[in-house]
């Protein structure tokens, strides 16, 4: 089954405990992307990657690190997280067309608390 | 400054009747407009999308309506049923930059 995947679904931590959200594809997409969202305001980029080891900033990537050694794999790292992070997080792939942005599969999400 | 916005955060419809949901962008540079539905405790899922160099696009029971000049989009359901009951996301995005910008969502509600 085509899907994308995010670990943890929910998580609960402290400011500045470092965390990663993981996320991966089974669809060999070339394209992957971070968001979260927060209310009234829809879904914000975080970062996003082309390819392997091409990976670039969205609308808001400060507090967050990205990496994107494997095809399948987008890992998201909050290095010292912080109140503010606290959002619902979706991973989202794609296989970018010739000449338009092709529709993005998303993960079911993960629901960050910073305390 | 928010480019692309949906003004209801929600909407109540009868089953069986049309809904109606709206979407207005700024950036004329947007070429190309998407409907995400999304569930709770789910990702969003691909709807329904439309190219600037068309006015209407139909699937099924869904139509998106583009209106340049205004720069306005809106998407038809009929007949609503209870399981369109979702949140809606408009999203743009212009072919020279793949990234795409969403509005903030609209909830609609289907009552029985």
């Known amino acids: 089954e085509a899907q994308v995947t995010q670990n943890p679904r929910y998580l609960i931590t402290v400011t500045g405990k470092k965390l990663t959200v993981t996320c991966s594809q089974n669809?060999?997409?070339?394209?992957m992307s971070w968001y979260r969202q927060d209310p009234g305001l829809g879904l914000r980029q975080i970062y996003y990657s082309m390819n392997v080891e091409v990976t670039d900033k969205g609308d808001v990537p400060e507090g967050y690190k990205v990496s994107r050694k494997e095809k399948r794999n987008f890992p998201l790292i909050l290095e010292s997280p912080s109140p503010n992070q606290t959002s619902l997080y979706f991973c989202a792939s794609s296989s970018p067309g010739l000449a338009l942005p092709d529709t993005q599969y998303f993960g079911p999400g993960t629901r960050l608390t910073v305390l | 400054d928010q480019q692309v916005k949906q003004n209801s955060p929600s909407l109540s419809v009868q089953e069986g009747r049309i809904s109606i949901l709206n979407c207005d962008y700024t950036?004329?540079?947007?070429?190309?407009f998407l409907w995400y539905k999304k569930y709770p405790a789910e990702g969003p899922t691909f709807l329904i999308s439309i190219s600037s160099i068309k006015d209407k696009n139909e699937d099924g029971r869904f139509t998106v309506f583009l209106n340049k000049s205004a720069k306005h989009l809106s998407l038809h359901i009929v007949p609503s049923q209870p399981g369109d009951s979702a949140v809606y996301f408009c999203?743009?995005?212009?072919?020279?930059?793949?990234?795409?910008?969403w509005g903030a969502g609209t909830k609609l509600i289907i009552k029985p």
């Open positions: 950036n004329s540079m947007f070429d190309y």
């Open positions: 669809m060999n997409h070339e394209y």
């Open positions: 999203a743009a995005s212009a072919s020279s930059n793949y990234q795409l910008i």
